[in-house]
């Protein structure tokens, strides 16, 4: 059990992490995103849109994305090691497909936002199988949406969606029929907000390869880990393991 003790270690510094009130940066770079959103193309702003709108109706709508069923009877230490692995892998193909689209310019550019989403996409249902979370259960692509949320979140909304997930097992039973209640609004906003930042500079020809390259790869990255520790979170506290955080 030792392995399950460092994961509450590491949960616990999550938490704080999830909770504390924003930076004064922050609020600065917010400031400085509003003004970035004013001047940005409304082509582009179009493109994200839809981008979003399309990956919203797949998740939540269809498990197209994957066919792996729930991985049973494993360690904590092992899944985690698979997911390590995972999560490598779509580095490396997202920081190859933002290369390819930066390297065309403005267009190809474009069609970076919804091919990099179904790549994040796909690796949150292998990431959830490999925890053994059964992502047939609308409720589970629904946490799905909440992680995506979480990791491309401002501060000030990052510790309402952490506090809509945490004791999410509780809380499932809770949970309406209609999917229809969730905020889309504000999610497609708030991801919208923190990628245009990343990837804006992907844009501009001759450098946009490079952009492409490493802002694909740091967002695939941070997703990553926050799907880790969202569910690393529900798989601690499940019956099975019953550690204590004591």
Known sequence: MQYEQQIIHELKDWRRKMLRKPSLT????????????SIIPQKVHNAITAAIKNMIRAVLFGATYTTSKPLANTSLEEREALVDVKIENYKKTGAAEGGITGAGGFFTS????????????????????LYGFDVKDYRER??????????FSSDEERKKV???????????????????????????????????????AQLIPFI???????????????????????YRMRFINKDIYRVSAG
């Open 208 to 230: 946009g390869a490079a952009v492409g390259a490493i802002a694909n790869y740091k967002l695939i990255q941070k997703l990553g880990f926050t799907a880790k520790q969202a």
């Open 162 to 200: 952490y506090l809509q997930i945490e004791d999410w097992d509780e809380k499932l039973h809770q949970l309406p029929a209609d999917i229809h209640e969730f905020d889309w609004q504000t999610f497609q906003q708030q991801y919208r907000d923190y990628i245009d930042i990343a990837k804006l």
């Open 142 to 151: 629904l946490y799905m949406l909440y992680i995506f949320q979480l990791a």
């Open 110 to 129: 474009l069609a970076d936002f919804p091919i990099l989403l179904g790549i994040k996409i796909k690796m949150l249902f292998d990431i959830a199988a």
């Open 26 to 37: 922050s609020k600065m770079a917010a400031a400085v995103q509003g003004k970035i959103n």
